[in-house]
């Protein structure tokens, strides 16, 4: 094999490694931006269920619900009734669903569906977990349960289901729209795609120039040695 022959396999192993590189560079800044969103959906669900909690709890100690016109002014209301009247106003006006489900519920519209079950389950044998989710590559399925825990106010309309005092009641799910993460997700794979293309574009039309221009010197040196040999 002669020298141009192995300049030019050289350079071509070269622009593949680098066009190679490139890719792994896009694949994985698409990566980091999914997990991002990932955690972005995560937090948002956690931030929600951590205030929720926090009203239960508040409602809990002190046996009222507290409404806008504040302390002073208390209805008094059932713990089950209180969650539920707050939960049908936040589904009203927010793009998040609010649902309190149990695997014992006295109301039949609290009975949790396969996710809520599995993840009931799973933080039931899990103690030290407050929550439990799931989500899919696409960010197109996005599942989170919270732990619901038994509180003293709560005991009495339980009786039956012999709870005891912090144990786990139930769980609140929280339903976050994925439409924004999704499309998002979906732009980033076609610009990516875009970018891979003009990528591959430009690493033909380098080599073809450099081809060019190598196998332009070596014609230029041949036909010097060929004149150096005429004139011999």
């Avoid at 094999?1 to 622009?15: E, Y």
């Amino acid at each position: 094999m002669n020298s141009k022959k192995i300049i030019l396999v050289l350079l071509f192993i070269a622009i593949v490694v680098l066009v190679m590189v490139l890719f792994f560079a896009i694949d994985n800044a698409v990566k980091v931006h999914k997990e991002r969103d990932k955690s972005s959906l995560l937090e948002a669900a956690k931030s929600n269920y951590y205030i929720i909690n926090r009203n239960f709890n508040w409602y809990a100690q002190y046996q009222k619900p507290y409404n806008k016109k504040g302390v002073d002014n208390l209805q008094e209301k059932s713990d089950t009734l209180f969650r539920h009247q707050e939960f049908q106003e936040k589904n009203k006006f927010n793009s998040f669903k609010y649902q309190v489900l149990s695997l014992n519920p006295i109301n039949p519209k609290n009975s949790p569906d396969y996710f809520e079950r599995e993840a009931l389950e799973y933080l039931s044998q899990k103690t030290d977990k407050n929550y439990y989710y799931k989500i899919d590559d696409k960010l197109e399925n996005f599942k989170f349960l919270g732990v619901l825990k038994m509180k003293k106010s709560c005991l009495s309309c339980h009786a039956k289901e012999e709870y005891s005092l912090d144990a786990l009641s139930g769980g609140i799910r929280i339903n976050i729209p994925t439409e924004f993460y999704t499309q998002k997700l979906e732009n980033m794979y076609k610009n990516a795609l875009y970018l891979k293309v003009a990528i591959v574009l430009f690493a033909i039309f380098i080599y073809h120039l450099l081809f060019a221009l190598i196998s332009k010197k070596y014609r230029q040196k041949h036909s010097k040695k060929l004149q150096n040999i005429i004139i011999v």
